[in-house]
């Protein structure tokens, strides 16, 4: 009986994610409420404090989580990788801003930032020590199963690939009238086409 009510709990913290990540991307951290979550979720308040402190807490436990999908997607495709080998379209896929669709869209990475810094700052903390590593690692990978040049040094690649996701991010973020110019799909085919061969003709 005890795995089975520890089973509700975890699935009842879930939904309480589900729901909160669903209305932050609609509306925005600063709207969002601790009583539209549990409305959402089909909880009550007491179980929303059984789970989370308070709505930041939750609000970073929603971070961690995209974080960890994101993560997951880099540790997936360096698995299958080792399993037989790196192709172009595996490789390509780790930096589709298609995953991101619905973040780049909303107000909650702007709010973020100004409500948060801290919490910002934790996650940039996690790319650095938990997602480069990884980063590292495929592009070794890349190397060597000749998905990118030979003589391009994977750091500079990689110092140069978090550049550009970062700036584009801040684009979409900063001047939303870029998302009524392009289809954020039309947009990254575009990223990746630049990306892998370059502007010049050939």
């Known amino acids: 009986m005890a795995k089975q009510s520890g089973g509700r709990k975890s699935l009842k913290r879930i939904e309480l994610l589900d729901a909160a990540e669903e209305l932050l991307i609609k509306k925005g951290i600063q709207s969002v409420t601790v009583e539209e979550i ?5 909880a009550s308040k007491a179980t929303f404090y059984k789970h989370f402190t308070d709505k930041k807490d939750i609000v970073t436990h929603v971070v961690e989580r995209v974080f ?10 360096l698995q299958e990788a080792k399993a037989s080998e790196l192709t172009q379209e595996m490789f390509l896929d780790v930096f589709d801003l298609k995953h991101y669709e619905q973040l780049f869209q909303s107000d909650f990475l702007k709010e973020l ?3 948060y810094p801290d919490l910002v700052r934790q996650y940039n903390d996690w790319v650095m020590t938990k997602r480069l590593p990884l980063f590292r690692e495929l592009m070794r990978m890349a190397k060597i199963d000749g998905i990118i040049r030979i003589d391009i040094d994977p750091d500079v690649l990689i110092h140069y690939t ?13 001047q939303p009238e870029v998302m009524d110019q392009y289809d954020l ?17 050939k």
Do not use: C, M, P, W
């Open 68 to 77: 960890h999908i994101s993560l997951s997607k880099i540790e997936n495709t």
């Open 185 to 201: 799909k039309e947009f990254s085919e575009q990223f990746f086409d630049i990306y892998l061969n370059g502007i010049l003709e």
């Open 162 to 174: 978090f550049s550009v996701r970062k700036a584009i991010k801040e684009l979409f973020i900063n």
């Open 38 to 42: 549990v409305r959402e979720a089909g």
């Open 113 to 115: 930032n100004s409500i």
